[in-house]
């Protein structure tokens, strides 16, 4: 019993840690300056976190993990309940589906998986500005966001394979 006790504590620090990683990525990233000068494009380094949790924790917990880190990061940042918000969890929850989807298939490599969770993203955002702001002209955006997400998920792809064996001490 104490044993079992001491890997649901030690399961929800480690939890806790990866949503607080989370959101300094988020935070580091929006001190950077603009480096792709098109809307909606970023690099995703929070994404990391979410890669890495598909490895180590049940779906479940890593979208615990996830919505928390949407919704914090849009409290420090000011943009809770903005379009901002709910652009960023509309696409944070289409990635982690397709992510998820991705991963279990087993069919994917990290590498793979970070850009369809890229590319999945961006598609979370335009449908959400479609059905917020009723305007399908937006669709004339996405072939620019998805060729775009195809570099900067391969970029967060290698971060976070690079980050992965740290964590196998922590996957007994």
């Not at 939890?15 to 988020?26: E, H, N």
């Not at 849009?74 to 969890?89: A, E, H, M, Q, V």
């Not at 696409?91 to 982690?96: C, D, I, K, P, Q």
């Amino acid at each position: 019993m104490l044993r079992n006790n001491l890997n649901n504590t030690r399961i929800l620090i480690l939890a806790s840690l990866f949503t607080a990683l989370g959101i300094v990525l988020y935070i580091v990233e929006s001190l950077f300056p603009v480096l792709i000068p098109l809307a909606g494009a970023k690099l995703g380094l929070a994404n990391i976190i979410t890669l890495l949790s598909l490895q180590l924790f049940t779906p479940l917990l890593t979208l615990t993990i996830l919505i928390l880190r949407v919704f914090i990061a849009s409290l420090i940042g000011g943009t809770f309940l903005s379009l901002s918000f709910y652009l960023s969890l509309s696409g944070a929850m289409l990635s982690f589906l397709v992510m998820l989807f991705a991963f279990k298939s087993k069919f994917f490599n990290i590498f793979t998986v970070s850009i369809l969770g890229a590319a999945a993203h961006s598609l979370g955002q335009i449908f959400c500005i479609y059905f917020l702001l009723d305007n399908i002209n937006i669709a004339y955006y996405l072939p620019i966001l998805l060729l775009v997400s195809i570099p900067l998920g391969f970029f967060t792809g290698i971060l976070a394979n690079n980050l992965h064996p740290y964590l196998k001490k922590f996957q007994k």
